[in-house]
């Protein structure tokens, strides 16, 4: 069975299977190769099976325009060289198919297969895909890991795709390149990152640290929450953002008291207790130290952006 064929409804929920498909034109034709636009979504669709056994896709001729399919749960098994061998893959792979390339791939209920596919085409389409890493040596299989971007930005071109509101198009190629460009970061943050799972808690904690950066954080609890000592959190995070985490919470402060400073009349013990220090002579110390002058002299100057030394957070 191809994922093209008129006999799936386009969005459809039931009990042997889910289905949620977007088409670009109303035609049984799904194929579109557009030669004059650098990228058209043709198709987009996300598939789960439940108690359905099979669903096959078989293609010996391929198709005239690309495709690149998720594994977002479960498993599904790809026969990229066409010989009955296979390989079952899992989530958080990516599969990518050029055109005329030979198509062989299975989802089954056992797998508790759950798959995203898009189909596409357009001048800047090849260098698009290779941008992202697919390459002829590991044919056009990836682990890239789960995210769950990913399976959002195919729910939101399947949106596009069925309600074709002003501007879709131009919607639709975005998401397809942010699609491939989150494959591209995932993957060389998966070549750089010793452990991807300290780089994910480094990176919620930049996040944490950024949208709480007003409240009273101690690095020692933070750390403890994670189940890590003061000193293993420290260094994961200074292996992934470059500098320990209270001095990078530091920086993040500061860079809010330059701008409540040139921008607004706030006093500057507000300002103190607005970026997270309840003592102001503490928070000048430190604003000094970063900026190399006063908070007072820094609303004096106005915005001027604030002259940082090479290393002003040292012992912060």
Known sequence: MHENEPSYERSRKSDDMYANCGYLIDSMRDVIV?????????????????????????????????????INDGQAWFDKTMDGTGLVVGPGTMVAFRPGEPQSYVYTADYRTDACWVHFSGTAAEEMLRSAGFTDTQHGIMHVGTDPEFRRLFDSM????????????QLLEYQLRSLVIRIRRQMAENLTASD???????????????????????????????????????GLFKQAAG???????????????????????????????????????????????????????????????????????TNA
């Open 243 to 313: 500098m320990p985490p209270k001095r990078y919470l530091t920086s993040v402060r500061m860079k809010h008291a330059y701008n409540l400073l040139t921008a607004t009349e706030y006093p500057v013990n507000e300002i103190a207790l607005m970026v997270g220090y309840d003592n102001p002579l503490y928070f000048s110390r430190l604003y000094r130290k970063y900026a190399g002058l006063s908070p007072s002299d820094q609303r004096r100057l106005g915005p001027q952006p604030p002259v940082v030394a090479p290393d002003p957070l």
């Open 34 to 70: 557009d030669t004059e636009r650098p990228l058209t979504v043709g198709c987009c669709g996300c598939y789960r099976l439940i108690t359905r056994p099979q669903l096959r896709t078989y293609r010996p001729e391929g198709r005239a325009d690309y495709q690149i399919v998720y």
């Open 196 to 234: 991807p799972t300290s780089a994910t808690l480094v990176q919620d904690a930049i996040l944490y640290f950024n949208e709480h950066f007003s409240e009273d954080i101690s690095i020692t609890d933070y750390a403890a929450g994670l189940g890590m000592s003061d000193s293993t959190f420290t």
């Open 158 to 169: 399947i949106r596009e795709l069925q309600l074709r509101r002003e501007g879709f198009r």
